[in-house]
């Protein structure tokens, strides 16, 4: 258990409200994620953070904001949901050091999102 | 970027059946991960694994880097394997993961 966790876990909304998702993490790491995921494509990287107030753009990133002000907490927000957006979002952290094949990943239990 | 593809799409064992999944990838990695999303939806590490052998319990899996491909090995399958096995590809130091599509496994009784 990576010490993940994910809120809320169920969310529908309605096109052009702003949402919030909550990534915490109990065992300090300094590297987090979050990804999509979506039938016929896996998982698709969105946003992710090295460190707190460090972050940067992954394959899907438009239409989505992310913010990282404590170790703990990465947030995710969809500044005007849009259909397009409903999802399960999986939030990961890396156990290790951040040297290149050293980043094994862990993932919480997602949050299923419906745009209505 | 690197694509990654995953084969087959799609498997129907028998209880007690081997079988051997398929991850190609098509430029070098730092290293390769294997999944298995459960029927509830949640993502549970198998390997962490760029090169060699590994073997935990039913499960194994081999990397060949050099020619860019990652097998997964179920052998004497349960019901308890059903769910999605992902492959994933680690490009970078930031620890960025390209994942395949998935090959969806149902192990029937």
């Known amino acids: 258990d990576a010490g993940i966790t994910q809120s809320p876990r169920h969310k529908v909304t309605e096109t052009g409200t702003p949402v919030t998702l909550r990534c915490h993490q109990t065992e300090n790491h300094r590297y987090m994620y979050w990804y999509r995921q979506d039938p016929g494509h896996g998982l698709r990287l969105i946003h992710y953070?090295?460190?707190?107030?460090?972050?940067d753009k992954g394959e899907v990133s438009d239409g989505y904001s992310v913010s990282r002000s404590k170790t703990e907490d990465f947030l995710l927000t969809l500044e005007s949901a849009t259909s397009s957006q409903t999802s399960v979002y999986f939030c990961?952290?890396?156990?290790?050091?951040?040297?290149?094949?050293?980043?094994?990943?862990?993932f919480g239990p997602g949050t299923r999102l419906t745009v209505l | 970027g690197i694509q990654v593809e995953q084969s087959p799409p799609d498997l129907i064992l028998q209880e007690g059946a081997n079988s051997t999944l398929r991850c190609n990838f098509s430029d070098s990695v730092n290293n390769l991960q294997w999944f298995h999303q459960n029927p509830w939806g949640q993502l549970i590490n198998l390997f962490y694994?760029?090169?060699g052998t590994k073997q935990n319990g039913r499960l194994s899996a081999t990397t060949v880097a050099t020619e860019r491909y990652s097998l997964l090995y179920i052998s004497s399958s349960q019901t308890t394997d059903s769910g999605v096995y992902f492959c994933?590809?680690?490009?970078?130091?930031?620890?960025?993961?390209?994942f395949g599509a998935g090959t969806q496994v149902v192990v029937t009784p």
């Open positions: 694994i760029p090169s």
């Open positions: 990961a952290i890396s156990s290790t050091s951040g040297r290149a094949g050293d980043n094994e990943q862990f």
């Open positions: 994933a590809a680690e490009t970078d130091s930031w620890g960025k993961l390209q």
């Open positions: 953070s090295y460190g707190v107030k460090d972050t």
